[in-house]
């Protein structure tokens, strides 16, 4: 029989640990990283399943409350969640699981529950159960996106991902060394530049700037900052994280306005790329291109 238990901060290595060895736990699922949030506080509800004992799942999860009724919503706090399972789980015990979960929301008079699952991507290996389950017993998708990623297994260089002109776009700039592009913990001048890249779309960023600096303290070796300059002077940057052992996610690219048309954006991806080969990722998420709300 499975049993859920209520997440306390008690909990928070065993909960790190488990996503560690899960089958689709990135970095977004680590209590570690949900514990982030200085300006913004949510009722956290993740929850833990039990199977004789053993850790068997996790759901990262709040409390919502929309027109006085109460929801179970995939935490605010990370890109995505959804269900945290091991590789070793069966196609009837994640059903067994789901309503392990429908159980405990009616015990605890929630209405409805709102995932938003790790895409297939970030999992060590592929397994469509979950996405198949949650439609047998009627979830339904409300929000459907379109991202991309890159695979940089069997290329030499990431090069060879572009387009021939963006190749010898990509060979002119770095032979001209007209643009220096490091890692970097400058923060705050990446962050004044987001928020003027933001505006043009009446955007604001997804953190504060004392929220990526507490990210980054937390994990500085999985959060990095890739700065570009010339002569000393900030352009642009890079936000990338290392969100697996094999996956990683460019979050934030941006550049100057001056610099739009200098293929200075495609640079920076490609020497990201670049660095995310040298430490053997295979997969570079290259993030949601659109908004769900958006007619086109």
Not at 84 to 112: D, G, M, R, V
Not at 179 to 199: N, Y
């Amino acid at each position: 029989m499975i049993s859920i238990k209520k997440y306390t901060h008690k909990m928070r290595n065993i909960w790190d640990e488990f996503i560690s060895i899960s089958n689709n736990g990135t970095i977004f699922q680590k209590q570690s990283f949900l514990d982030y949030h200085i300006d913004r506080k949510f009722v956290n509800c993740s929850l833990m399943f039990y199977n004789n004992k053993k850790l068997v799942a996790v759901l990262p999860a709040s409390v919502f409350v929309l027109h006085g009724h109460k929801i179970l919503y995939s935490h605010p706090g990370a890109s995505f969640g959804g269900l945290i399972l091991l590789s070793s789980t069966s196609f009837s015990f994640c059903n067994k699981i789901l309503a392990s979960l429908e159980e405990y929301c009616k015990k605890f008079n929630f209405s409805s529950i709102v995932m938003i699952n790790t895409p297939s991507i970030y999992y060590k290996q592929q397994d469509d159960s979950l996405g198949y389950l949650l439609l047998w017993n009627k979830y339904r998708v409300s929000e459907s996106y379109i991202s991309h990623y890159v695979d940089l297994n069997n290329i030499q260089s990431p090069k060879e991902l572009f387009n021939k002109r963006k190749q010898r776009y990509i060979s002119s700039l770095l032979a001209k060394n007209k643009f220096t592009i490091t890692k970097s913990g400058d923060f705050s001048s990446f962050f004044r530049l987001l928020v003027e890249s933001k505006k043009l779309f009446k955007a604001q960023p997804t953190h504060s700037l004392n929220e990526l600096k507490k990210l980054h303290s937390l994990h500085s070796d999985d959060i990095l900052l890739f700065i570009t300059k010339k002569n000393n002077a900030f352009l642009g940057g890079v936000l990338f994280f290392l969100t697996t052992a094999k996956t990683c996610l460019v979050f934030y690219n941006i550049v100057k306005s001056k610099y739009k048309n200098s293929q200075l954006a495609m640079l920076q991806l490609y020497c990201v790329m670049d660095y995310a080969k040298t430490i053997n990722c295979q997969i570079v998420d290259l993030g949601v291109s659109q908004t769900p709300e958006a007619k086109n």
